[in-house]
């Protein structure tokens, strides 16, 4: 199996900040990676899949890189609309999620 | 445009079996490339992929669960059923099952649905 590790678990930033949150793999998944941020009580939303390819109508504030086993997350000026939990998954063997991050708007 | 609604009991007994549908809208499951997953998230916790059906009715579980669960599909009716055996507490969660496109990622997801198991 594969596992993801993310970190931080929780980071507190200010509006117009810049975010970054990575994503570990446990092993090689080459750029099979997306990117979901999920808001409280609601479904998560695809942010960025392989890697670094922002799905349409994202803002982009929000971009992915990375390869291998390390992934970066980063958000770009923290917008009050961006306080959610965001999850990475690998889709290279089957799927997994990390265990998230939630990011809190000071 | 597509969307996906996830629908069976709220609540359901230890060791109960539960069933799950997804019905969709604004794709076809017969499509190349396309298949309809299920991922649980158990109260306050992370996402956990549980299974996937293909557009040509190939299957994939986890591995973790694979004996406890079954997934199929009616193409006729644009739905998709989720059953997972010998319910637990530890198996409460809201289900989601989104869409799986091509590009091997969820890009369209349901609204969810809660499940609690108690006696």
Same mark, same amino acid.
């Given at each position: ?47 960025? +899949? ?5 799905? *349409? ?5 929000? *971009? ?21 939990? +965001? ?15 939630? &990011?809190?708007?000071? | ?12 007994? @230890? ?20 298949? &309809? ?16 059906? +293909? ?5 994939? =579980?986890? @591995? ?30 809201? +289900? =989601?099952? @989104?869409?799986?496109? @091509? ?11 809660? &499940?609690?198991?108690?006696?």
């Amino acid at each position: 199996d594969i596992q993801m590790t993310q970190s931080p678990s929780t980071l507190s930033a200010s509006v117009g900040d810049r975010v970054t949150i990575t994503c570990r793999a446990s092993q090689s998944i080459s750029n099979w990676l997306a990117w979901y941020q999920q808001q409280p009580g609601k479904a998560p939303k695809l942010l960025i +899949y392989k890697a670094s390819i922002l799905e *349409s109508g994202v803002p982009s504030r929000f *971009s992915g890189s990375g390869s291998g086993t390390e992934f970066t997350l980063t958000i770009n000026s923290l917008q009050p609309d961006d306080s959610a939990t +965001y999850y990475c998954q690998q889709y290279n063997v089957l799927w997994t999620f990390g265990q998230g991050t939630k &990011v809190e708007i000071k | 445009q597509i969307t996906l609604k996830e629908s069976g009991p709220t609540l359901v007994k @230890p060791t109960q079996t539960l069933t799950l549908t997804c019905t969709f809208s604004g794709f076809s499951l017969s499509t190349s490339g396309v298949g &309809v997953g299920w991922i649980r998230q158990p109260p306050g916790q992370a996402l956990e992929w549980l299974a996937l059906i +293909y557009w040509n009715d190939d299957k994939r =579980y986890n @591995p973790s669960l694979k004996t406890r669960l079954t997934i199929t599909r009616d193409t006729s009716k644009n739905q998709v059923v989720l059953t997972m055996a010998n319910m637990d507490p530890v198996d409460t969660a809201t +289900y =989601y099952c @989104p869409h799986f496109g @091509p590009a091997g990622h969820f890009d369209y997801w349901g609204q969810g649905a809660l &499940v609690t198991v108690s006696s």
